[in-house]
């Protein structure tokens, strides 16, 4: 828990002093980027399986770490390091998911509603001042954090944040929440005959007909993304010469 709200203060620093600057808030979303030879993040919290280690984003939480495989005096001291992080992926990943949206890379678990760098930095000021830390997990600072959001929308968004990432479960925040999680999944049902940007790629796209999948066009390049008409995950792509529009990834994030 520590060190997962460590990061996210950290990575909050960042957004403020980037405004200050007008730059892009984008680089709030990964830490450690340009401090090794690959100029890779060390960390990315918004989709944390790309760069840290598995147990550190896994959904059971309640496991405790692993021992380390080796004895030797450098990989207990390293094996020391590692379990300050471990599973502290999955408080950071929350974060990034209400701060600007999108699919979690391994349930599809969408948030389609993002609170914002602001309101998601709040969300867990509140929660994480409502209970004790003193024999509490991180199940007790997800139902602390919904228990604190007032509105419907951004207590959907907290209670699906929490859920995709595997620390809730989606039948039990039904139950207690009255809250339903959007599963981002290529789908025609229901939707109007046209071209729909797929929900986890965001270079491919799909046809739907007679609320059916028709076919795929060419995907975009990787470095770019398909461009739907609203923010919803059901809502047609723009479409150029007929086809759904491509456009460079964008770097800006909700301020």
């Not at 590692?82 to 949206?101: C, H, K, M, P």
């Not at 968004?157 to 139950?175: H, M």
């Not at 025609?188 to 986890?200: M, V």
Request: with cysteine; net charge neutral.
């Amino acid at each position: 828990l520590h060190e997962g709200l460590a990061d996210i203060l950290g990575a909050y620093v960042e957004v403020q002093h980037n405004r200050a600057r007008r730059l892009s808030t984008a680089g709030a979303l990964t830490i450690g980027e340009g401090f090794t030879r690959s100029e890779r993040p060390m960390r990315d919290l918004l989709h944390p399986r790309s760069t840290f280690a598995e147990y550190a984003t896994a959904s059971d939480v309640s496991q405790p770490a692993p021992p380390p495989k080796d004895t030797s005096p450098r990989a207990l001291l390293a094996a020391m390091s590692d379990e300050a992080y471990f599973r502290s992926g999955v408080i950071s990943n929350v974060w990034a998911l209400l701060a600007v949206g999108g699919v979690h890379d391994t349930s599809k678990i969408y948030i389609d509603a993002p609170l914002g760098f602001d309101l998601a930095t709040a969300a867990f000021g509140l929660g994480a001042m409502s209970f004790r830390y003193s024999g509490r997990g991180v199940k007790d600072l997800a139902d602390a954090m919904i228990s604190t959001q007032l509105l419907p929308g951004p207590r959907s968004a907290v209670a699906c944040a929490w859920a995709a990432v595997g620390v809730l479960d989606v039948n039990d925040i039904k139950s207690a929440y009255n809250v339903t999680c959007k599963v981002a999944t290529a789908a025609c049902a229901g939707k109007p005959d046209g071209y729909y940007c797929h929900p986890s790629q965001k270079y491919a796209s799909y046809q739907c007909r007679s609320g059916s999948i028709a076919g795929a066009p060419p995907p975009c390049p990787t470095d770019h993304t398909c461009v739907r008409s609203s923010a919803s995950i059901d809502s047609p792509a723009i479409l150029d010469q007929g086809k759904p529009r491509c456009a460079f990834q964008a770097d800006e994030y909700p301020r």
